[in-house]
């Protein structure tokens, strides 16, 4: 999630679970702790200029679970040999730094980047992806909670106002899980009348809300992409199919930062040439054409690839005009789609982009 929003969860445990008279320390201390996995970004930029690497080693080690309750009870043991507050309340302050540490990479779970949680066993990273990385319906209530307990100190008004900061905020979350099972029925229905039942895929909710949800689902020629959105559609799930040089992608499929990246998207990427390079997408975030994460893997050389430095390329998208539209589709169903029947999903003779519906047709395109 985003920096504000580990911020104030954190400072919003500590501070409910903290002494009343210690509020404003705990407050200060939990947002410090909420933030602090987060920070490791800057020894992994400072150990590899690999973009992959990046991307892969961010959210392993300080936000394992099987690591940070150690991490917490060191910075806890150096308090209190320090005296103050800490020493005065030792074990509400041992769950308060505690509980403010390990919310963060459980929150994290809940998108869809991939958090290690139990690092360094070699689990592939969870990927919940119930909430997109900026929700504001999740972080008001918190933030709510906190400023409201930084102005009453100790007063009576504080932590009942933490307590439902922290209940609305877990109330969300858990709709958010509601909303991805209704998605995901939907999603499965479509697909399996599209012989598309036991093709790999994802849904994850498009920015800012958990109202309209994008699903992935994979195929021998690339991918399916569609929309549902809670509001609005009530018919069979529309996808639209689109293409990947899955030929090439077997040709460098060994290739150390494929494999990293397989691993760590599970397999959820595109391959597409562009110019004399394989550029590898990260289909998770972002929507076709657009992604967030796109790196260049290999090099063209003669009929085949050569492996490259991997390097992460950006190139511009409308994000203003994609934002409004979602906002549309959110409350409008798309128009009407022709159907195809199942042998074009099989890949005869459909087009590239193609809209195609979960509704089962006996006639041919």
Same mark, same amino acid.
């Given at each position: 999630?985003d920096?504000?929003?580990?911020?104030?969860?954190?400072a919003a445990?500590?501070?409910?679970i903290?002494p009343?008279q210690h509020?404003r320390?705990?407050?200060l201390?939990g947002?410090v702790?909420?933030t602090?996995?987060?920070?490791?970004v800057?020894?992994?930029n400072?150990?590899?200029?690999?973009?992959?690497?990046?991307?892969?080693?961010?959210r392993?080690?300080s936000?394992?679970?099987l690591?940070?309750?150690?991490v917490?009870?060191?910075?806890w043991a150096?308090?209190?040999?320090?005296g103050?507050?800490?020493?005065q309340?030792?074990?509400r302050w041992f769950?308060a730094?505690?509980?403010?540490l390990l919310?963060?990479p459980?929150?994290d779970a809940?998108?869809?980047?991939g =958090?290690q949680?139990f690092w360094?066993?070699?689990?592939?990273p969870?990927?919940?992806?119930?909430?997109?990385?900026i929700?504001?319906l999740?972080?008001?209530?918190l933030?709510l909670?906190?400023?409201?307990a930084w102005?009453?100190?100790?007063?009576?008004?504080?932590?009942?106002a933490l307590?439902?900061g922290?209940?609305?905020?877990?109330l969300?979350?858990? $709709?958010?899980?509601?909303a991805?099972a209704q998605?995901?029925r939907e999603?499965?229905?479509?697909l399996?009348?599209?012989?598309?039942a036991?093709?790999p895929?994802f849904s994850?909710?498009m920015?800012?809300? =958990?109202?309209?949800w994008?699903v992935?689902a994979m195929?021998?020629e690339?991918f399916?992409e $569609?929309?549902r959105?809670?509001?609005a559609?009530?018919?069979?799930m529309q996808?639209?199919?689109h293409?990947?040089d899955?030929?090439?992608?077997?040709?460098?499929?060994d290739?150390?930062?494929v494999?990293?990246?397989?691993?760590f998207?599970r397999?959820?990427?595109?391959a597409?040439q562009?110019g004399?390079?394989?550029?590898l997408?990260?289909?998770?975030? $972002?929507?076709?054409p657009?992604? =967030?994460?796109?790196?260049?893997?290999?090099?063209?050389?003669?009929?085949?690839?050569?492996?490259?430095p991997?390097q992460?390329?950006?190139?511009?998208?409308?994000?203003?005009?994609?934002?409004?539209a979602m906002w549309q589709r959110?409350?409008h169903a798309?128009p009407?789609?022709?159907?195809v029947s199942?042998?074009?999903?099989a890949?005869?003779?459909?087009?590239t982009?193609?809209?195609?519906?979960g =509704?089962?047709?006996?006639?041919?395109?």
């Amino acid at each position: 999630m985003d920096s504000l929003t580990q911020i104030v969860l954190g400072a919003a445990v500590a501070a409910a679970i903290a002494p009343p008279q210690h509020r404003r320390a705990a407050l200060l201390a939990g947002a410090v702790l909420g933030t602090l996995p987060d920070l490791d970004v800057l020894p992994v930029n400072l150990l590899t200029d690999d973009p992959v690497q990046r991307m892969t080693w961010h959210r392993s080690v300080s936000h394992s679970l099987l690591v940070l309750p150690f991490v917490a009870w060191a910075i806890w043991a150096w308090c209190r040999s320090r005296g103050g507050r800490v020493a005065q309340a030792p074990l509400r302050w041992f769950w308060a730094m505690q509980l403010a540490l390990l919310t963060h990479p459980v929150l994290d779970a809940f998108t869809v980047y991939g =958090t290690q949680l139990f690092w360094p066993l070699p689990l592939k990273p969870a990927m919940w992806s119930s909430v997109f990385i900026i929700d504001p319906l999740y972080t008001v209530w918190l933030l709510l909670a906190c400023a409201v307990a930084w102005l009453a100190r100790a007063g009576r008004l504080a932590q009942p106002a933490l307590l439902a900061g922290l209940a609305l905020s877990s109330l969300y979350l858990g $709709g958010s899980l509601l909303a991805k099972a209704q998605v995901e029925r939907e999603a499965e229905r479509a697909l399996a009348q599209l012989n598309l039942a036991d093709a790999p895929r994802f849904s994850v909710p498009m920015p800012f809300n =958990t109202l309209l949800w994008r699903v992935v689902a994979m195929t021998p020629e690339g991918f399916v992409e $569609g929309e549902r959105s809670l509001v609005a559609d009530h018919g069979p799930m529309q996808f639209r199919e689109h293409a990947s040089d899955v030929r090439a992608l077997a040709q460098i499929y060994d290739y150390p930062s494929v494999q990293r990246l397989q691993w760590f998207n599970r397999g959820f990427m595109k391959a597409e040439q562009r110019g004399d390079q394989l550029v590898l997408s990260d289909l998770r975030m $972002g929507a076709e054409p657009d992604y =967030t994460f796109r790196f260049a893997v290999a090099a063209r050389d003669g009929n085949g690839w050569r492996e490259m430095p991997p390097q992460q390329l950006h190139w511009p998208w409308q994000a203003g005009r994609r934002l409004g539209a979602m906002w549309q589709r959110i409350w409008h169903a798309p128009p009407g789609s022709r159907e195809v029947s199942h042998d074009s999903m099989a890949g005869k003779n459909v087009a590239t982009s193609s809209v195609v519906t979960g =509704t089962a047709t006996s006639q041919r395109p």
